[in-house]
């Protein structure tokens, strides 16, 4: 079932987006040659609770950490720890903010030190495939057609698109319905409707889009060990477009 969210609760999770953009723009400041990933996630758990909220992930199925730290090859869910990031490398940091029970989620890849001309444009082109999605989250299209303008401009590119993970309704509840793909056909999918909030997170990658999961159970990689990024926003539908609830 679909939950449709008051303008009132919409405010609650931008108030908590609003936490979570801030929180990614001191990251930004962090992100440098050496910087621990569990150095970022002490960070953000700290910053969240002088904010006034939780780290929504900790916990959750029994994660141990506040944020997601992804590197080079790790799409998704990787565990924060004492690997100190090198030059070149790209690494996501994901998170989710509770604000007095309501949730607001974003992704972002961050360039570390120097990086390959291949690992910029894999950056370049996640974050410009966000927006296309963005772009046709509007009253009256289907989720299909986000879907398809990712993948559409992301296989335009060069790269391809992660099947497996995808993005989702959101609220009280961390995924909710609808599920939001990043691949797929136009015009197909759950129609767009007011008071809908979801998540675009497309994720990318250099080689296949094909994943392989760690024997920790959460970290999911590349299966041929290309570079993937990700990034993404928490947007809720209205009659004047949509609008971006974890904006930087």
Same mark, same amino acid.
């Given at each position: &079932?679909?939950? %449709? ?15 979570? !953009?801030? @929180?990614?723009?001191? $990251? !930004? ?38 944020? @997601?730290?992804?590197?080079?090859? *790790?799409? @998704? ?12 490398? $790209?690494?996501?940091?994901? &998170? ?10 974003? !992704? ?13 444009? %894999?950056?370049? *082109? ?11 989250? *509007?009253? =009256?299209?289907?989720?299909?057609? $986000?879907?398809?303008?990712? +993948? ?14 995808? =993005? ?10 609808? +599920? ?5 056909? !136009?015009?197909?999918?759950?129609? %767009?409707?007011?008071? &809908? ?5 497309? &994720?990318?990658? *250099? ?42």
């Amino acid at each position: &079932m679909i939950i %449709l969210k008051s303008k009132d609760e919409i405010q609650y999770m931008k108030k908590a987006g609003e936490i979570l !953009a801030a @929180c990614h723009r001191e $990251i !930004a400041g962090l992100i440098r040659p050496g910087i621990q990933t569990q150095e970022i996630d002490a960070f953000a758990e700290s910053f969240m609770k002088k904010h006034g909220a939780t780290p929504e992930q900790k916990g959750y199925n029994g994660y141990p950490y506040a944020t @997601c730290a992804s590197v080079n090859d *790790v799409i @998704c869910h990787g565990f924060p720890g004492k690997y100190a990031l090198k030059d070149g490398d $790209i690494v996501t940091v994901d &998170m989710v903010v509770n604000l007095d029970g309501w949730l607001a989620d974003s !992704a972002w890849s961050y360039a570390v030190g120097n990086v390959s001309e291949q690992a910029q444009k %894999l950056l370049d *082109v996640t974050k410009e495939s966000l927006y296309k999605g963005i772009e046709k989250a *509007v009253l =009256g299209n289907r989720i299909g057609d $986000i879907s398809n303008a990712i +993948q559409v401009y992301a296989e335009g590119e060069g790269f391809s698109v992660v099947r497996e993970f995808i =993005g989702h309704g959101i609220g009280q509840d961390m995924h909710e319905e609808p +599920q939001v793909p990043h691949y797929g056909p !136009a015009g197909r999918g759950p129609r %767009l409707k007011e008071g &809908m909030v979801i998540t675009i997170e497309p &994720m990318l990658n *250099v080689g296949t889009f094909r994943s392989k999961l760690d024997s920790d159970g959460w970290t999911a990689r590349t299966q041929d060990g290309e570079l993937s990024a990700q990034y993404e926003h928490t947007i809720a539908i209205t009659a004047d477009g949509p609008v971006i609830l974890t904006e930087q």
